[in-house]
């Protein structure tokens, strides 16, 4: 008879090691960090204006409607009509551009946070009463609107700020209408209702922290609208009075030479698109990247 053995002598087995998972790298647009670039330049220019080495606004550097050349920075991007530096006027006008964009977005966040808050958490008869005045103004043309007030006021940068704070305030107000009422249904909101939280502190404290990231994502994009808005009504003649530049009135400025002298309309158009572009490019970029609704 045949015995078989079923005792096996113990094998020595290697573990393979863990495959190497390759760190995640973030795609880091370089359409986005030029943005960044280009809006850094742009603000510290305009806030450091009178340090640059570069000619006043107001002052003759050259010849009329001289083109761009190099070897001096006054002349750079050319003369206008009367000899000024195209240049310095150009930061000089980022000045106007940056502070009334972003201190009428500042004003329509600032409103339109509070109303939709009140509007989206109480909901009623205060939401039925703020989302009608929300409407209202968003049926009426916003540059219609601008241009009424600017017909009926005096054309001067506190006219522009009412009027364009007026202009973005409906969107704020419905975009913190909407972020408040998603958050309004949450456990943690639920949860302080039921310990005896007031509304006040609700509000500041539960669902104002988590609306303002998206809000300040949209800010942005907010100016850049307005950028575009007041270099409209400066270019119909009913923006920031001359002397003191604009990009839009530099524009109007040129139309007249666009034949014989380009440059004076490319420039500050150009200068515009950069900004706006940038400016959406940014908004975009903080959106996808603080905004939590788009994640949650």
């Not at 015995?3 to 998972?21: C, G, L």
């Not at 305030?169 to 419905?174: A, D, E, G, I, Q």
Request: glycine share 8%; net charge positive.
């Amino acid at each position: 008879m045949t015995v078989v053995s079923t005792n096996k002598e113990p094998v020595a087995r290697t573990v393979d090691p863990a495959p190497a998972v390759p760190a995640v790298r973030k795609n880091r647009s370089v359409v986005v960090w030029g943005s960044y670039a280009w809006l850094a330049a742009t603000v510290l220019s305009a806030a450091f204006a009178k340090l640059l080495p570069i000619a006043s606004h107001d002052v003759r550097v050259g010849p009329s409607r001289q083109t761009p050349q190099l070897g001096s920075l006054d002349l750079l991007l050319g003369t206008d009509n009367f000899g000024r530096s195209i240049l310095s006027r150009c930061i000089h006008g980022a000045q106007v551009s940056l502070l009334v964009g972003t201190v009428a977005g500042l004003a329509g966040l600032t409103i339109g946070t509070v109303l939709g808050l009140l509007a989206g958490y109480l909901g009623g008869r205060a939401d039925w009463i703020i989302s009608l005045l929300t409407d209202s103004l968003l049926a009426f043309p916003p540059l219609i609107l601008l241009l009424a007030l600017a017909s009926i006021m005096t054309p001067s940068i506190p006219t522009i700020l009412i009027g364009l704070t007026l202009v973005t305030v409906p969107s704020f107000v419905r975009l913190a209408r909407a972020n408040t009422i998603a958050w309004s249904s949450r456990e943690f909101v639920r949860a302080a209702k039921n310990m005896g939280a007031s509304d006040t502190r609700i509000l500041l404290k539960e669902i104002l922290p988590n609306v303002v990231p998206g809000l300040a994502a949209f800010f942005p994009t907010v100016i850049a609208a307005l950028i575009v808005a007041e270099g409209s009504l400066s270019f119909l003649g009913l923006g920031i009075p001359p002397p003191q530049p604009s990009w839009g009135g530099m524009i109007a400025e040129g139309k007249a030479a666009l034949a014989t002298a380009p440059h004076r309309v490319l420039i500050p158009a150009i200068v515009v698109f950069l900004t706006v572009f940038s400016l959406n490019q940014v908004g975009d970029h903080l959106r996808h990247r603080f905004d939590r609704t788009l994640r949650d």
